[in-house]
């Protein structure tokens, strides 16, 4: 696989692809890339933010037993 992340100055721009997909089929896909995303200090809060909204999600299960018969009843 091939990453390559530039930034285009003119409107038909030239990509060089090495020499392992002469000859195969290869799908280009072409999306920008937001700036938010590409700075870490926007990642570390974008994680602390997740990982605070997932811990408001637990629930204690220290109490639970699987009941099997329990479950395949009808």
């Known amino acids: ?16 692809l090495p020499e392992i997909y002469y000859g ?3 799908m280009v ?8 995303i590409d700075n870490p200090t926007y990642n570390l ?3 602390r933010e997740a990982r605070a ?3 408001s999600l637990q629930c204690d299960m220290s109490g639970f037993k ?3 018969e329990e479950a395949n009843e009808r």
């Not at 696989?1 to 060089?16: D, E, G, K, T, Y």
């Not at 896909?29 to 938010?36: F, G, L, Q, R």
């Open 1 to 16: 696989m091939l990453r390559q992340v530039f930034i285009p100055s003119a409107s038909n721009p030239i990509f060089v």
């Open 24 to 26: 195969k089929k290869i």
């Open 29 to 36: 896909t072409v999306s920008a890339i937001d700036e938010k």
């Open 45 to 47: 809060a974008m994680a």
């Open 53 to 55: 909204f997932f811990n």
């Open 66 to 68: 699987f009941n099997r």
